[in-house]
Every structure is written in C-alpha cells, then in structure tokens.
C-alpha cells in the first residue's frame, strides 16, 4: 500500500503529455500557419488575401488523429504549401492537438537576470 501510494506521489507530480504537445503545437502553428489562418485559426490571417483560394478556419475542425489532416499539412493543398521539409508527421499532430481548443501560445520566457544598478557618481562641488 506504501508503496503504491509513493508511486502516484511521484506520477502525480509529472507534466502530463498533453501539456507538452498542446505547447508546441501551438509554438508551431503560431510560427507556421498564423499568417494565412488567423492567430487562434479562425481564418482570414493576413496573408490569406493573397492566395486565390480561402484559407480555411481550422479551430475544432480536425480529430488529431485525422490522417487526413497530416497528408495536408505535410504534402500541402492548393495554394497551402507543403511543411514536410519543415516538420515531421509527429509535430503535425501535434499541431492538430493545438487546432482541437486553439488558445494563445505561452511564449518561450528566457531565464531572467537581475539588472545591475548603477549608482550614478555625483560631480564634486565647489572648486
């Protein structure tokens, strides 16, 4: 019993896969597609007013498993070019994960550093 409760303990404290594939799908989406679908995927980026046909709203659109989604994503579709060069069908997924509740992507934060502060040296008076 001890030792099952010690277990779930330390699994509990785990970050979930979701999480992770929900990030960096959204990390790829927003560096990737934005431009053409639109920053939560609603469609009508950008960009889209440059290609003859519509760049589609994606948001709740696509089963993440959806093979369907992957070819297109992957091998491109009309005006959409291809990302295979750019990313592999694992990383697609994960952006049809993202594309299931598209929400804003948590940015990369670089690790802070304190400033230094600098006391400014007075001038000596008189003379």
Known sequence: MLILFLASSVLAGQPTRRAVD?????????????????????????AAAKFSTESPALAGVFKRSSEQA????????????????????REAKRILVWLEKPAPVKKKTKSKTKKKTTKKKQKPQGG
């Open 70 to 89: 992957i070819r297109i994503i992957l091998d491109g579709k009309g005006d959409m070019p291809a990302f295979s060069q750019i990313f592999d069908k």
């Open 22 to 46: 929900f990030d960096r799908g959204g990390n790829l989406y927003a560096q990737n597609c934005w431009m053409c679908h639109g920053k939560l995927a609603e469609g009508g980026g950008p």
